[in-house]
């Protein structure tokens, strides 16, 4: 079983399946075996203040399903239903390409992929964001 190798720096926090763990010492590299556990780097992580666009929104929401720190059924629901005003939104193939796979991950439960391809949108979003403000 080879499982998942995580490598973080002293003083890296990780959060797994809802307890923070902190790297006390020099680097260090951990092997998940488990599957299906669920982690999230808090430097990663998505702070709600800060979650103010609607791909950021939508990230948050998926940490959280991510972390089991909502109602995974509503949640999810209101996540898929943002997606297609998002198809609007975004006219690059690329975009709508990497929203089609975040709707597949959450339909599948899949919510660390979904928060990769949403780390993805939210750099393009900001670009956007942007180029308005300029």
Known sequence: MSGLMLKFPSGDRIIVNGAVLENVGRGARL???TPETQLLRLRDAIDPAKAQTPVG???????????????????LSECLAAIPP????????D????????????QAGQFYQALRQLGKLRQREAAILSGLSA
């Open 95 to 106: 975009d709508k390409s990497c929203l089609d796979e975040i709707s597949e991950h959450l």
């Open 86 to 93: 998002l198809r609007a939104a975004f006219l690059e193939a």
């Open 57 to 75: 929104r939508i990230a948050h929401a998926v940490q959280l399903m991510l972390l089991g720190e909502c109602e995974v059924d509503t949640v």
């Open 31 to 33: 092997r998940v075996l």
